[in-house]
């Protein structure tokens, strides 16, 4: 599958062309199994919308139109000795209905034969409204969807919430 090259910089197509515009985001996860003790080795996996709600790899009139043959804001790496992967990408958006929302699946190693988790970070509701409102894009602002009336967060996102940090035109996060 091309959405499962191994890269850091996810913002364009596996070709490098279709550069999604947005807010430079270095996101950084860090893989620890149920004792806190780092993982290394891990494929970790993340996809997620741009900034204007729009997802690679399908095809939706509610999501903007046909990008199927598109793999922009997707791609894997495997943790390092200390068990973290940074991904080169862009502050999503959101799309009416969703919760800011970032995708990710782990994988033991690099045959991605088995899969440990599959789940969604999220981010605080008064944090992200402040970074679109900073970085401008009211698009995302107008989608407004918060944690608690989003399908996935509803039920409680304190555990899956990034940390942010850096500035509004060159973020960080952070996730465990």
Not at 137 to 156: C, E, I, S, W
Request: charged letters at 15%; aromatic letters at 10%.
């Amino acid at each position: 599958l091309p959405i499962w090259s191994v890269r850091r910089d996810i913002r364009g197509d596996l070709d490098g062309g279709n550069v999604q515009s947005g807010t430079p985001l270095a996101l950084t996860m860090k893989v620890v199994d149920t004792s806190g003790t780092a993982v290394a080795g891990a494929a970790v996996y993340v996809w997620h919308c741009n900034s204007d709600g729009a997802y690679s790899s399908y095809s939706s009139n509610m999501l903007g139109g046909d990008y199927s043959a598109r793999s922009f804001l997707r791609g894997v790496q495997l943790t390092d000795a200390s068990g973290n992967v940074t991904f080169d990408t862009i502050l999503p958006g959101r799309y009416r209905g969703r919760a800011f929302h970032i995708h990710f699946e782990v994988y033991s190693d690099g045959t991605y034969g088995t899969k440990l988790l599959t789940s969604q970070m999220g981010a605080d509701d008064t944090v992200i409204d402040s970074l679109y409102a900073e970085t401008g894009n009211t698009n995302a602002l107008q989608a407004d969807t918060d944690n608690a009336n989003d399908m996935v967060f509803a039920d409680g996102a304190d555990h899956q919430l990034i940390t942010f940090g850096g500035s509004a035109d060159a973020l960080t996060g952070t996730f465990t």
